[in-house]
């Protein structure tokens, strides 16, 4: 396999990083002193000098870290005439942080509680989160706020290349999803016989990956050190989260990849469950990384059992290779139900016959999907839809067409997983599904909005809405409104179905690094109207009597993510990853069979309860064009779109 190459994180001849690193110990009374913050920065530096690092480092501690150094130290960046656009710039801070309060903020560092009162006077002025330079009695912390104000100047000029790391309590500070800079930091933070926990971390979790840090996102470095910390949640924010380590520039990491973790007490941990659909004994593949040009899997892991909290499962190895405490699984096979095929020609049947887990025979009348010979050595594919209304043949009715046996088998696979993510049974019977609504509108002239469809997110598991178009029309577009009637919040993730080239893709996802959840209680939010996300259409089409387009919604109470459920219309690294590996058998010392687990595990993950009142809530629409006017078949591609609002 061929590895895309990727300029180191540190390469001094290419990329000469800056370093801004902050410890204060010696605050003054009535704070108590702190015995590692000092210690933690310095440690920093050393660390950062291992990886590449032999200039461009400033270091502020104690008296030196004032507030007016610390944000001279930031600003002074932008002058930097040596440093260029994209280089580098990383940014520690060890100390006590500020929680806001209506009178008054509350300093705190661990357990540490003490009460700060802003010298500002003015109303707008009480922060909600901020660091605390050792001079924050006479002068003020430095907010968040006023951070993301100075990161945006430094921006401007040096690009937005900034990782902030904080060792002190991030739990205050509403980040958001900032675009300036990546911020890591821990919930709380703690001091250790050696210095402060986070920071120890961080230093473990750089050093081990110094030969691959530029194949490492945030994301993943913040798995790492997450499971080095038992005693608090370690979060990132910002839009590269799940970029390359100090390279925002470089490739995304693939929405194929699931995040991994193993647990204190040694469990496998999968970071998806009853709610992505997971299912005992399912084979997924474990990889180091989430990049695409560092593919390299390490063992197969086959799922034992669902947690009860619906978004993990437990899993074991395939084998004996050993597995860092986080890695990525992409799904491989035993994950989808078989898709239901009718033949026209039983000519085809051969060609399928050895992905017997993706598709089963069925009738005309009941199946999903009819293989026909389109042309010479062609086959072609035609989507039937389900329920009351299915598609009566046209000419045009094909999705897709294959004319090689592995053309035909990959298009069998993805319709096995298209069919099982949109077709999964959707769960009405939810602790949040009874005070959620959703409604679907259509965008008509002059800004007016037409309700197509209004309900409980309970009240119907799949509701078809049937959308006449006449010739030249154009439907839509068409945007959705959720509204949240549970007085807590909730994150939802919407996902559009295409069956033509079984195409899926995120319509609304929050970002990985936001910890905001975006439906807030008894709240609305829009997706697909002036939201700078995508809105949905459809075109006449005369090569057809109708089509299908499908549209789900997950909303869960814990963050977690849908991402891997995409489905790219042609991904040669998603068919790679995802490769149907049929033959390989399930063997090794370590496998147990799946649903079976030791008495340890099964207190930890205890087994996925279906009769509880679920932490999530899913609900299917489908949206049915009917082309009601007939003519002569014209060129016409246009069928079922999503626009990108520019």
Avoid at 198 to 215: D, G, M, Y
Avoid at 299 to 319: P, Y
Avoid at 403 to 432: M, Y
Avoid at 482 to 490: A, E, I, Q, R, V
Wanted: hydrophobic share 40%.
């Amino acid at each position: 396999m061929t590895v895309a190459t990727i300029a180191p994180a540190f390469d001094i001849m290419n990329h000469p990083a800056r370093a801004i690193l902050i410890g204060i110990d010696q605050y003054s009374d009535p704070f108590p002193c702190l015995t590692s913050a000092v210690r933690d920065a310095t440690a920093m530096e050393s660390c950062l000098k291992s990886l590449g690092m032999t200039g461009g480092i400033t270091i502020l501690t104690d008296h030196q870290a004032t507030k007016g150094n610390i944000t001279n130290a930031i600003l002074a960046l932008e002058r930097d005439t040596s440093l260029n656009r994209g280089d580098p710039i990383f940014i520690f801070f060890s100390g006590f942080a500020v929680r806001a309060a209506a009178q008054g903020s509350s300093v705190t560092h661990g357990n540490i509680y003490r009460t700060w009162f802003s010298k500002s006077k003015e109303k707008d002025s009480v922060m909600t989160g901020a660091i605390c330079p050792v001079d924050v009695l006479e002068e003020g912390g430095i907010s968040s706020e006023e951070l993301l104000q100075l990161f945006t100047r430094v921006v401007s000029i040096c690009g937005n290349n900034i990782t902030l790391f904080m060792d002190c309590t991030g739990e205050l500070f509403p980040w958001g999803c900032p675009t300036a800079c990546t911020i890591l930091a821990p919930d709380r933070s703690h001091e250790t016989a050696v210095g402060g926990a986070f920071t120890q971390a961080v230093i473990e979790a750089l050093t081990s990956r110094k030969s691959s840090l530029n194949k490492t996102t945030l994301w993943s470095l913040m798995g790492s050190i997450q499971s080095a910390i038992d005693s608090t949640t370690v979060r990132c924010w910002g839009k590269n989260v799940n970029r390359p380590l100090f390279n925002p520039r470089g490739e995304h990491g693939h929405h194929a990849f699931i995040p991994c973790h193993i647990s204190g007490a040694g469990t496998i941990i999968l970071g998806a469950g009853a709610a992505h659909g997971v299912r005992p004994g399912a084979v997924y593949g474990a990889y180091l990384g989430n990049l695409a040009s560092d593919m390299q899997r390490q063992v197969g892991l086959v799922v034992e059992s669902l947690n009860d909290n619906h978004l993990t499962s437990v899993v074991r190895r395939i084998g004996e290779v050993v597995l860092p405490p986080f890695f990525f699984a992409v799904e491989e096979r035993g994950y989808t139900d078989p898709v239901g095929i009718f033949f026209e020609e039983e000519g085809g049947r051969p060609v399928v016959e050895p992905l017997a887990t993706a598709w089963k025979a069925a009738l005309k009348s009941e199946a999903l999907i009819t293989i026909k010979k389109s042309a010479v050595d062609k086959v072609a594919f035609i989507w039937n839809g389900t329920g009351k209304i299915r598609r009566q043949r046209a000419a045009g009715d094909t999705i897709c067409e294959a004319s090689d046996t592995g053309s035909i088998r990959r298009v069998i696979r993805r319709a096995a997983r298209f069919n099982s993510i949109v077709f999964a049974p959707c769960f009405s019977d939810s602790a949040i599904a009874s005070q959620l609504k959703v409604q679907l509108f259509e965008l008509e002239g002059g800004g007016t909005k037409n309700v197509l469809q209004t309900d409980d997110f309970g009240a119907s598991s799949d509701k078809q809405e049937i959308l006449q178009c006449g010739q030249g029309d154009r439907l839509g577009p068409y945007y959705i409104t959720l509204t949240n009637d549970n007085d807590f919040p909730l994150w939802p993730f919407i996902i559009f179905c295409d069956p033509v080239d079984l195409e899926i893709r995120p319509w609304y996802a929050p970002s990985l690094g936001s910890y905001a959840p975006p439906l807030k209680a008894n709240s609305k939010l829009e997706v697909g109207r002036d939201d700078g996300q995508f809105c949905i259409y459809s075109d006449w089409n005369p090569d057809r009597n109708l089509d299908f387009l499908y549209i789900k919604i997950f909303v869960t109470r814990e963050k977690t993510d849908f991402s891997f459920f995409s489905q790219w219309v042609n991904s040669a690294t998603e068919d790679s990853l995802r490769a149907f590996r049929e033959n390989e058998p399930l063997s090794g010392s370590t496998l147990v069979e799946a649903g079976t687990s030791s008495p340890a595990e099964e207190e930890a993950s205890p087994a996925c309860d279906p009769r509880r009142q679920l932490p999530w809530a899913s609900r299917l629409i489908t949206l049915v064009p009917q082309y009601v006017i007939k003519r002569q078949r014209l060129r016409h591609n246009a069928v079922m779109k999503m626009l990108h609002r520019s």
